[in-house]
């Protein structure tokens, strides 16, 4: 049932454009397997294990990344994404939130599978960020490749709803 046919109109402020999730996740998905592909020096794996086990990884983890990004937007926006990208503010918020989010989870998922599980290591290459006791390439991952999907994505859009 359409929003017009239980009555229901929806205002400019309240929609969010599907081309701007299609040119976030054009940003998104690339970047992160770059990155994974980039990064894995850092864990043991790149010493440790066979090439099939460390691209199965670094595709595994780019789509761990896709669910996190994924995640973390669709919460910014249910929080505070009314009229997402098209109202500056709007803009803004959801961007932090969806780095928050997207970090709060990799701040977790490092602390879990590195000193519960075990499931993987730093090697020695991977600086330490000391009060997280996290390694620095995944929380930089968590800041950079969405700051730069967020800018791709409301490029097109970044003239609407400036007040």
């Known amino acids: 049932m ?27 998905i690339p970047a992160n397997l770059i990155w994974e592909f980039a990064h894995m020096p850092l864990y043991t794996i790149w010493n440790e294990g066979t090439w099939g086990e460390i691209v199965f ?13 994924m995640s973390a937007l669709m919460l910014a926006l249910m929080l505070t994404g009314r009229g ?21 989870y990799t701040l977790f998922s490092e602390w879990l ?8 290591a730093y090697s020695d290459l991977m600086p330490i960020i000391p009060v997280l006791d996290a390694g620095l390439s995944p929380v930089l991952q968590w800041i950079v490749i969405p700051l730069i999907a967020f800018w791709w994505a409301s490029r097109p859009f970044s003239g609407h709803g400036n007040a």
């Open 2 to 28: 359409s929003n017009a046919e239980i009555g229901v109109m929806q205002s400019a402020p309240d929609r969010i454009s599907l081309t701007a999730l299609r040119r976030y996740f054009s940003v998104i």
């Open 57 to 69: 990884a670094a595709v595994h983890c780019t789509g761990g990344d896709i669910l996190i990004a």
């Open 84 to 104: 997402w990208p098209f109202v500056a503010p709007t803009r803004r918020s959801v961007t932090v939130l969806t780095i928050l989010f997207g970090l709060g």
């Open 113 to 120: 599978n590195i000193v519960i599980r075990a499931a993987w």
